[in-house]
Every structure is written in structure tokens, then in C-alpha cells.
């Protein structure tokens, strides 16, 4: 919080306080000495109660009157209106879904001036969100329009009576790919806003983390052994206390990535090490790698950084984003270390949780 406007505001309020009562006495004196005129003018002498009722009616009174000459003078309502008015329309444009607002203070010591700042910080809020969600949407209907174009274009195809057996089976092939990536794409969509919603189950438990890893790569011998990858493994005895089910998505995103962007022959290495409460697991291949502005953008949703490639390895750009989730879940963190050209290797660190 900014201290100064704060001072500010205190200094004001105290000279508003001061001229406050500085009015109030001068209006009573004004009062007690036009009564006094008065009195003597027309020979009245009225009791001391009747006196200090006067002075006290008149004096608010000419309080009154000098209070409603300084607004005028000031435009002090007209602003206040003006302010008010300006809210109301600010407000309206918000609820139609207009965030793009700026909502102006009366005076740099305005007692609303916290409330403009926040409504104009709850507007810019939800404009960025508003521009969030259109991204998504933009993206997710992307990602749903290019497979489906390409099945209903192959369908198309095999209407055709001449096809060769052999171009027949090339596009039921590249039919059931296509499929197959709209539904990951539907898994991960459904997996990450689970994940994002905080209802999704988070169950840890002690269980062997060198174990889980075997498995993984055992599970994905088909892929690495279709691009004769060659395979290093250095897993010494680790326990850890985790969601288990949650972690073999992160390892086996991070695996699957490996292999897709490592070409033929290519080697990757997979590793465990622990240091006191620290747990790191680092995924390496000899692959594709990234460039520095491809590694800044790398867990954002629907990142990919060559989209033709993908489009033939069937990646939405989701894997990522659902590692880095659940690594923060785990109050874990991800480091990326990528040459391009060269290679990757993906770091991630875990508390052991014992
Ligand atoms: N090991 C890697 N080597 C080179 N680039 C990588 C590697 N891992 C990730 N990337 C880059 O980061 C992008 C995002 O990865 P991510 O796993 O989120 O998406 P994807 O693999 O393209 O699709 P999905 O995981 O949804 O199938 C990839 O498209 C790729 O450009
Ligand atoms: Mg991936």
C-alpha cells in the first residue's frame, strides 16, 4: 500500500476538522452579536436561556446559508453528482461486460478515492480475465476446427471407389490420429480445469518414486523403442510422500515429450536424486531442444513451438501446463535447461514430504 496519499489524507481530514470548527465559531459569534444589535435596537431584553437559543438557531442558520454559498461556489455538489452519476454508468458498462473503464477521483484528497482505485483495479481484473477466457476459447476452438477438417476432408476421400487399398489404410490412419488428438484434447481440457478448480482429489501417500519411474518407461517401450531411443536410466531406492496417480501424469508427459521431439537413434536419460528433504527428478534427451524465447512460453497453455510438427505428432500443447499444475500442487518446482539443436532436460524438484 502507498503511505502517502494515506498522510495526505489525514493532513486533510484534519484541516477539514479545523474549518469545521472554525466556522461554527465564527457563525455563533456572527449570531451573538447581530441578536445583541438587534436586541438593543428594539428594546428587548430577553432571558438568558431565550438569548443562547437564538444565538444557537441563528448561527446554525448562517452555517447553513454559508455552507449551501461555498458549494456553489466550488461546484463541490455538481461534482459530487457528476462523480456519483459516473459511477452508476461505470458500474452499468461492467455488468453489460464492458471492462475497458477508468472511473476519475473528484480531488487528489477525495475520501472515495479508495474506492475509485479499487473499482478501477476490479475492472482492469476482469478485463484481463475476459481476455484470458477469449484466448481460450479461441484456442480450444482451433485445436477442435484442424483435425476435424482434416477427418471430414478424408472421409471425402474414401467416398472415392478407385482408391488403392494402400491409400485407403493411409487415410484411415491419419482419420484415427486426428481422432485420437480431439480426444486427449478433451482429456487434458477436462484434467486441467479439474486440476485449476480445487476440488480435484489430492490423496498423498509414501510410496517408491524410483519404482514409479521404471514403470513409466517400461509403459512407454513402444514409442522409444519405434524410434530405437536408447535409454538411460540411474534410479537409486527413493521414497516419497505424493499423489501417485497425479505423478505418473508428470512423468509420463514429460516422457512422452522427450521421445516426440528426440529424433531416431536419439539418447535419453532419466534420473533421481535426493538431498535431505529435496527430491529431484531430471528428464533429459538428446532431441530437438528449445530456443530461450520457446522456453519462456513452453508451460502456457496450447504452446507449441513448431505447430506443423505437432500437427503430426498429435500434441495439443497441454502436457505441460498440467506438469507445472501438479508440480505446484505438490509445492514442487520445474526448471528447464534446452539447447537448440542439442537437447533438453527437465528438472523437477519435490519435497520428499517425510
Ligand atoms: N523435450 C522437449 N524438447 C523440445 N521441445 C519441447 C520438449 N518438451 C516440450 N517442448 C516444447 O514445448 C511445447 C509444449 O509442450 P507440451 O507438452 O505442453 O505440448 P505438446 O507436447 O505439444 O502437446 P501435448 O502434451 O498436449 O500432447 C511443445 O510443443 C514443444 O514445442
Ligand atoms: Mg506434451
Redesign the pocket.
Known amino acids: 500500500m502507498n503511505k502517502r496519499p494515506s498522510i495526505f489524507l489525514f493532513i486533510w481530514r484534519f484541516f477539514v476538522f479545523f474549518v469545521g470548527i472554525f466556522s461554527l465559531i465564527s457563525c455563533w459569534t456572527i449570531a451573538f452579536f447581530l441578536t445583541n444589535y438587534l436586541y438593543r435596537h428594539f428594546h428587548y431584553h430577553p432571558s438568558n436561556y431565550v438569548r443562547e437559543l437564538m444565538n444557537f438557531i441563528i448561527g446554525l442558520f448562517i452555517l447553513g446559508i454559508a455552507v449551501q454559498f461555498l458549494e456553489k461556489m466550488g461546484g463541490w455538489r455538481a461534482k459530487q453528482i457528476e462523480f456519483f452519476h459516473s459511477m452508476k454508468k461505470s458500474f452499468e458498462q461492467i455488468a453489460n461486460g464492458n471492462f475497458n473503464i477508468r472511473l476519475e477521483s473528484i480531488s487528489p484528497h477525495s475520501p472515495f478515492n479508495e474506492l475509485v482505485e479499487s473499482i478501477n483495479r476490479m475492472a482492469q481484473e476482469l478485463s484481463e480475465m475476459e481476455q484470458l477466457r477469449q484466448e481460450f476459447v479461441s484456442n480450444v476452438s482451433h485445436e477442435i476446427q484442424s483435425p476435424l477438417t482434416s477427418i471430414i476432408g478424408f472421409i471425402h476421400a474414401l467416398k472415392n471407389d478407385k482408391l488403392s487399398a494402400e491409400q485407403r489404410a493411409r487415410y484411415l490412419h491419419i482419420i484415427e490420429t486426428e481422432s485420437k488428438r480431439l480426444s486427449k484434447l478433451s482429456d487434458n481440457l477436462l484434467k486441467l480445469t479439474s486440476l485449476e478448480s480445487e476440488h480435484h482429489p489430492f490423496e498423498p501417500k509414501k510410496y517408491r518414486l524410483d519404482q514409479q519411474l521404471k514403470n513409466i518407461v517400461l509403459a512407454c517401450e513402444p514409442q522409444w523403442l519405434e524410434k530405437a531411443i536408447d535409454i538411460d536410466i540411474v534410479l537409486d531406492k527413493t521414497e516419497i510422500v505424493a499423489d501417485k496417480d497425479l505423478l505418473d501424469q508428470v512423468w509420463m508427459?514429460?516422457l512422452?515429450?522427450s521421445i516426440?521431439f528426440t529424433p531416431q537413434k536419439g539418447k535419453l536419460s532419466i534420473s533421481v536424486s535426493q538431498s535431505g528433504q529435496k527430491i529431484q527428478v531430471a528428464v533429459s534427451d538428446t532431441g530437438i531442444g528449445m530456443s530461450e524465447e520457446e522456453k519462456m512460453h513452453m508451460f502456457e497453455r496450447f504452446y507449441k513451438a513448431d505447430r506443423s510438427r505437432n500437427r503430426s505428432e498429435g500434441?495439443?500443447?497441454?502436457?505441460?501446463a498440467i506438469?507445472k499444475k501438479i508440480v505446484s500442487m505438490h509445492h514442487g518446482d520445474i526448471k528447464v535447461e534446452s539447447t537448440k539443436g542439442k537437447g533438453t532436460t527437465i528438472f523437477v524438484s519435490l519435497p520428499s514430504g517425510k
Do not use: E, I, Q, T
Not at 500434441?315 to 505441460?320: A, K, M, R, S, V
Open positions: 508427459n514429460l512422452h515429450n516426440k500434441g495439443n500443447g497441454l502436457g505441460l506438469v
